[in-house]
């Protein structure tokens, strides 16, 4: 037996401080995880967290350049600490979920608002607001023995020099061992997983050309350039 045409690479993220790479497995994202953002949304600020998927090809390794997506009027950022999982299971208890995570690296949710809108209001899925090509931006991933687990400290991104999300990790509703233990009672985690914790407040439109420089403490910083 032979595959029809070659099967698709495998999508790897760079490890901080290694040759080594991250195969990667599946993309989740949290939906609401900071309560500025929530409410920006004109959403609960106490409702548990959800989660969405972005397809692993959706991510752009190392940042640089950016297509604008196609289909829609307003393009949006989301700057994200996202874990980087070598460890799998499922319901996995919080008390234990660290255990899964290899390290974090900084990541971009960007998001077709116009689309999710409408997806709202529909009660459709998001998944053309937010699993389009070259949507998830994704740092190096930097290992547990550089960065630790970060539980605090800024969350920033900038387009043009100009501040617009400016957040701390405190913020977050839903710790990062306490998404993975409820996430993995919904789908069973593998290593090779990563998951975008969610955004602080200040989201806002991009244009081509714009240049995005988005960073967490700890774990330095993204730049993309939206062409
Ligand atoms: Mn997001």
Known sequence: MSYLFEPPPTVAVALAGSDALF????VYCVGR??????AEMGADTR???????KPADALVPGGGTVAYPPATANLQHEVELVVALAGGGREVPVAR?????????????????????????????????????????IGPI?????AGHPTSGAIWL??????????DLRQMSWSVA?????????VTLAPGDLIFTGTPAGVSTLARGDQIEAGVAGLGEL???IV
């Open 178 to 186: 306490e998404v993975i233990a409820r996430l993995s009672g919904l």
């Open 33 to 38: 995880n900071y309560a500025d953002h929530a």
């Open 23 to 26: 195969p990667v497995r599946r």
């Open 223 to 225: 730049i993309a350039r």
């Open 158 to 167: 900038r387009v043009n020099g100009e501040l617009r999300q400016n957040g």
């Open 97 to 137: 979920a660290l255990d899964l995570v290899l390290g974090y690296a900084v990541g971009i949710d960007l998001t077709r608002r116009d689309l999710q809108q409408a997806a709202k209001e529909k009660g459709h899925p998001w998944d053309m607001a937010k699993g389009f090509d070259q949507s998830a931006p």
């Open 47 to 53: 409702e548990p967290p959800f989660f969405f998927g």
């Open 142 to 146: 930097h290992p547990l023995s550089i």
